[in-house]
Structure formats: structure tokens, C-alpha cells
């Protein structure tokens, strides 16, 4: 465990935002964990970097959590617990749980990061979403140094939310994550119209052809980071109440929205940026994706900064428009 000086973060951020850690620490085990907190007090957590937009050098010491490994708890015969280090990337844990025919995180394909921050926005995307499969997780208490456990019901899930957003924030770090997963008679989640009409020629679709579905699907709307910088979904999509949304279709009947609950409905915050113009344009060296309006890029040179700017002025346009408040899901820093 080597504390380095003065590291780029460009290819630990996958909106390749070109800012400096003054100084950075790559850990690969607990007990270099436990030591690092006990010699610092103001630290930095990076993990798969996907969820960020770094608009500044980070003064804090970076401590990029590399902790890898899977352990698979056969417990019961139709189930099975995975646990997974907090270090794995998400994308590969998942096709991994598909080879070995277990179910629940199929429609979880592709989205970017690694497990260990999965939990604590609750990631989610074609009617599933972690709480579905989540058992528990373990995280060290940066106060104490002590592993704690939390259970589904510790994490207080919400649409893109856990305790970790909010009461917890910056006070432990997960190190693990276990699922409950189906070994058979998968509860499969087909529901999505865009997955339902990409199956519609295969009777019994298998966790593979779900998963190639989602793929898919989330490779034609969305950029790949390896390519062009991105965080995916840089707003979470907005909930209104149920007569502010009537007031709304007076004006846009056609306006798409999602049933919560009897009082509340859901919003694509995609539709309206792009009702708003926003779709596909370019401002220097940032802009809206051409394809998903809810995507902000970097062409390649843009700062975090003016990508904050441009949310920024994406929000207050929304709002004057529809009177509806766009919540950044992206962390800005």
C-alpha cells in the first residue's frame, strides 16, 4: 500500500474529467483498509467512479477501493446467496451470476460502476431494482473501524436512495455486498415494453436472453463511457403530485407518465428535456446525448464545471416551463 502523489483521475471517472488527487491510495485488502483509517482522518472513497462529476482536484487523500472476490453461500435448494467484494464491477458480477444460472440481477445488465456503490443509490433500471435481491451488506464505520451489517430493511431503500445518501453519508464504507438469487423457477421480469417486444419470438426466455435484451436496448439509447464520457442518467426522474400532473396534461395531453401511487406520478425526465430543445445539442465541448436527453457527455475536453453548468441550466429551463424540479442523481463534487 503505496500513497502516490499528484494522479490523474481521467481514467477513474467515466465521465473522464481530467482533475488531480493530490494524493492516492489503491486498497486491495481490509487490513489496509482499517490501517489507511486510522492514519487519516479526511478521505476521498473511489470506486468505479460511474456515479461522480468531479468538478475540482480533490485534496483529500483518494482511496480507490480495489477489494475483489466471490463467495457463493448454497444454502437452501432453491436459492443461493452471493456475496460479492465491494471492488467487483457490476457488469461482471452479473454476467457471472447468468453463468451460473442464477437469477434476480438480469435486468441490472450494463449499467456501470462496481458492486459496492449498488446499494447506495439503490441502482435500478427495467423494473427491477436492487432492494428485489439485496440480503445484506457489510460496511467498516470509519469512526470506530468496526465491520457492521446491514440488512434490507437497515438500508432504507428508496427510488435512487438508501441511508447511505442520507444519514450514513460518509460515515462507513461498504465492503461487501450479498444477494439472494433463484437457483430455479426464476422470477423472471419481462414487463418492460421494450424487453417484452425484443423477446416476443422466444416462449421461455432464459436469464441470457433477458439479459442480452437489456443489453441491447440500453447499447442503442445509451453512450458507452469507453467511448464518449458519461454517468448514464445524470437526473432521477421527477415524482409529482397528482393534481399538479392533471394541471400538466391540460397543456401536454400526451405527456408520458408512470402510475406510483394514488397520489403521486412519475415523470420521464428525459421527455421533458427534450421537450425543452435540449436533445442532441452541443455546447463546446459538452452537451446532451443525441439519443437520451437524461445523458449529459463530455466530447472529450470538457471541464466538471461546465457540465454542472449545463445541468444547471437544463434544471431552471424545466422548471419555467413546466413548473417540475429535476433532482441531480449524479454526486457533483
Not at 474529467?17 to 481490509?30: D, G, L, M, P, Q
Not at 468531479?54 to 466471490?70: A, R
Not at 433500471?125 to 470506530?144: C, N, P, R, S, W
Request: aromatic content about 10%.
Amino acid at each position: 500500500m503505496t500513497i502516490q502523489q499528484n494522479i490523474s483521475l481521467k481514467k477513474y471517472n467515466t465521465f473522464g474529467i481530467n482533475v488531480y488527487a493530490k494524493r492516492f491510495v489503491e486498497i486491495t485488502s481490509i487490513e489496509e483498509l482499517k490501517k489507511i483509517i486510522t492514519q487519516e482522518t479526511d478521505l476521498f472513497l473511489l470506486g468505479g467512479g460511474s456515479n461522480m462529476l468531479l468538478t475540482s482536484d480533490i485534496e483529500k487523500l483518494v482511496v480507490h477501493l480495489n477489494l475483489k472476490g466471490i463467495i457463493v453461500n448454497d444454502t437452501k435448494s432453491d436459492v443461493v446467496f452471493v456475496t460479492a467484494e465491494a471492488g467487483e464491477n457490476w457488469h461482471n458480477f452479473v454476467t457471472w451470476c447468468i453463468s451460473q444460472n442464477y437469477g434476480g440481477l438480469e435486468n441490472l445488465s450494463l449499467i456501470p460502476g462496481n458492486v459496492g456503490a449498488s446499494p447506495i443509490q439503490n441502482i435500478g433500471a427495467y423494473g427491477v431494482e436492487i432492494k428485489d435481491t439485496f440480503h445484506q451488506l457489510e460496511a467498516l464505520e470509519i469512526a470506530t473501524g468496526k465491520i457492521a451489517v446491514f440488512t434490507n430493511k437497515d438500508c432504507e431503500f428508496g427510488y435512487r436512495n438508501s441511508v447511505f445518501k442520507n444519514k450514513y453519508k460518509g460515515k462507513f464504507i461498504i465492503t461487501n455486498v450479498t444477494f439472494k438469487l433463484t437457483k430455479k423457477n426464476h422470477n423472471i421480469n419481462i414487463s418492460y415494453g421494450a424487453i417484452k417486444d425484443y423477446l416476443q419470438n422466444i416462449k421461455k426466455p432464459t436469464l441470457k436472453n433477458i439479459s442480452e435484451a437489456v443489453i441491447s436496448i440500453r447499447q442503442s439509447k445509451l453512450p458507452d463511457p469507453k467511448e464518449i464520457g458519461n454517468s448514464g442518467s445524470f437526473f432521477k426522474n421527477p415524482v409529482v403530485a397528482l393534481n399538479d400532473f392533471q394541471i400538466l396534461k391540460t397543456s401536454y395531453p400526451k405527456i408520458p407518465h408512470y402510475v406510483v401511487s394514488e397520489n403521486e406520478i412519475k415523470i420521464p425526465a428525459g421527455w421533458l428535456i427534450e421537450q425543452c430543445g435540449f436533445k442532441g445539442k452541443r455546447f463546446g465541448e459538452t452537451g446532451v446525448h443525441k439519443k437520451q436527453a437524461l445523458v449529459l457527455v463530455n466530447y472529450g475536453n470538457a471541464t466538471g464545471k461546465e457540465i454542472y453548468e449545463l445541468a444547471k441550466k437544463i434544471q431552471q429551463t424545466v422548471l419555467n416551463k413546466f413548473a417540475v424540479s429535476l433532482e441531480i442523481e449524479v454526486n457533483v463534487i
